[in-house]
């Protein structure tokens, strides 16, 4: 194929694509762990999303004529979200605190995640239905799933929330297996 560029119809949007999906997924975790208080990773990441960031400008500003390394710069944009918030939820960095509300089976609930290692704590609250029990637990990230599919096997009705928290100190975790 005479006069085909190579470069600027196919490497240039490879490359670009590539460079995007890298640098926005740093930018995603980035921004991640700074929200979460993990904020001594955030410069490392920061210097290199910017860094390949502008490489990638330059050479579209260099090279670029046709549409096809601007629409590999948008889809590098896009899966680079997706991808760095599936990073950063496959690293389950920091914590989180599951609040469960219960009319029944609050005993059994305490019970089983105590068994399973878990800090726990528990009150008697009072609901729109009558009395409830509320627990408490803060849990590793990485632990999650295994807290939930706990609450659902022992009262599948209860009604629980999960928020992230910043810092744990102290405590009690699982021992990691």
């Known amino acids: 194929m005479e006069g085909f560029d190579w470069y600027g119809n196919v490497i240039l949007p490879l490359f670009v694509f590539a460079s995007r999906v890298g640098d926005v997924s740093l930018g995603t975790l980035r921004i991640i762990l700074t929200a979460r208080g993990k904020r001594s990773l955030a410069p490392l990441l920061g210097f290199f999303e910017v860094l390949i960031w502008i490489v990638v400008v330059s050479q579209l500003i260099t090279h670029a004529r046709t549409p096809f390394a ?73 632990d999650l799933r295994k807290v939930l599919s706990i609450i659902r096997a022992v009262s599948p009705s209860a009604f629980f929330s999960v928020e992230d928290i910043r810092a744990a100190h102290a405590g009690v975790f699982p021992k990691d297996q």
């Open 70 to 142: 601007f629409l590999g710069y948008a889809a590098g944009f896009a899966l680079g979200n997706f991808l760095g918030i599936y990073i950063e939820e496959w690293f389950a960095i920091g914590y989180v605190i599951v609040r469960v509300i219960l009319q029944q089976d609050g005993e059994r609930l305490f019970s089983a995640l105590k068994r399973e290692g878990f800090g726990v704590t528990v009150f008697n609250g009072q609901g729109t239905r009558g009395p409830v029990k509320l627990i408490f637990t803060v849990v590793r990230r990485r």
